[in-house]
């Protein structure tokens, strides 16, 4: 029903920075509450941040407040993620989730909708 692909993921050295973008199709992208989660192999999928339909509420893990910031742009369906001071400890696979609710969530459950991933890398 909705497609998320996110791009954006590579390879960059600590203290650098990435910015990741997650498009949307299907359905109308405003209406959604979006987040971003990360995931090491073997471990559980991890919150990074969410934003509400209106952009105008966000929620950051502690470990990412300061660096990372996520933006939205409903004109283009399609959100964002700024990475800035990677650090070794942000490599993961980066995936974007959604769920047609006004209510903004950290949890995984949540979500109805996921991409497929982007890899980020940060070497030290």
Known sequence: ???LVESGGGLVQAGGSLRLSCAASGRTFSSYTMGWFRQVPGKEREFVVAI????SSTYYADSVKGRFTISRDNTKNTLY???NSLKPEDTAVYYCAAKSNPRLSMSRDFYTYW?????VTVSS
């Open 52 to 55: 509400d339909w209106s952009g």
């Open 81 to 83: 993620l700024q990475m």
């Open 115 to 119: 991409g497929q991933g982007t890899q």
């Open 1 to 3: 029903q909705v497609q």
